[in-house]
């Protein structure tokens, strides 16, 4: 696959999907610790997301890194917009940022579940 | 080749002369790295996570990687 090919793939992924998680595995079984803290959180939160397995796809693999100019995996995407990986997207779990974001984008979670992993990690 | 704790510290040191570094990890592969730079300051974690990850100069790229895993936390200074 050339890269403009992978990257008109991606841009029509988050087209057509509110929030992407390009991953290593699957949410139902994601294949690294990352992966998996970043699909818990969201498999937790109920949010509906499309998840793409970058194991499954080389060409994708690194050209979601060169999309983004971010060298690793996970990658969360919010209506087209790169939001981070794992570590960014754990404290804004913890923060209650990530929340706000969803609110400012219009994508359904649930607040309790939410507030779950708040108390859970206080 | 595994890299150590170490020589992630001096690729981040080179790139931030002033910053607060700590980086822990011991078996060659999974590392956790802490910056504190006044470099970060108006920046928003992405950026602040993209400029540590280009003073790691590709390390963290590829199957090959040396790299596999770094927990990354960035501010700027209170």
């Known amino acids: 696959m050339t890269t403009t090919i992978a990257h008109d793939q991606i841009r029509d992924t988050l087209t057509k999907n509110d929030v992407v998680l390009y991953m290593k595995g699957t949410k139902a079984m994601p294949q690294c610790g990352f992966s998996s803290r970043v699909a818990g959180v969201l498999n937790f939160m109920g949010v509906d997301y499309a998840d793409v397995n970058v194991l499954a796809d080389e060409g994708i693999r690194q050209a979601i890194k060169d999309f983004s100019d971010w060298p690793t995996i996970p990658q969360l995407y919010v209506k087209g917009e790169f939001v981070g990986g794992c570590d960014i997207v754990t404290e804004m779990t913890l923060s209650g940022e990530l929340d706000q974001l969803f609110d400012a984008k219009g994508i359904g979670y649930n607040k309790d579940a939410a507030e779950q992993i708040r108390a859970a990690n206080a | ?78």
């Open chain 2, 1 to 78: 080749m595994p890299i150590t704790a170490e020589e992630i510290e001096i690729l981040i040191r080179e790139s931030f002369p002033g910053a607060r570094v700590e980086v822990q990890g011991d078996d060659g592969a999974h590392f956790a790295a802490f910056v504190e730079d006044e470099s970060f300051r108006g920046m928003n974690r992405v950026q602040q996570q993209r400029a540590v990850y280009a003073a790691l100069k590709g390390k963290m790229d590829g199957a090959q990687g040396e790299l596999h895993a770094l927990a990354l936390t960035t501010k700027a200074p209170e």
